[in-house]
């Protein structure tokens, strides 16, 4: 008895793991342009139209191209129907929830290299052509380097 519960007690420890050790390796694995592309996801301060008519940018109106009231990250990455392979980026993420999305390493990954191959964001084209470019030079650097 006194063995299952210092099991339990081990494993309640596991889960309180706090959220910075995890945010932290959310990062792992994506590439430079896949990084600021989730950062700009998570804060939400990306070059959509809905984001640049709020903030002033002459756009027009913050109408999707398809027609939809507001050009969202949630409704190009959920919903918008110009938009392609959308299945295959949600089969990787593991999860059709837009909040798991960003908030899992797996998710986070699949997400910003979908978003970068659709081109909706005129300042990746130039990631998106890099990466075309040096598919074998796309490792990223060691997690730790002396400089
Ligand atoms: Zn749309």
Redesign the pocket.
Known sequence: MQRLTQARGARAVAWSTPWGTITQGLREGLTKAENTMATLLRTGVIGLKDWLYWVGVPVGSPR?????PR?SPK??IL????RTNREAMLLAAGTENYNTLLSTQKGLKAVTQWLISQNVLNQFRVAREIAVEGKGASIGPPLMTLQ
């Open positions: 999707c191209e398809c027609g939809w050009q409704h190009v919903s918008c129907p110009l």
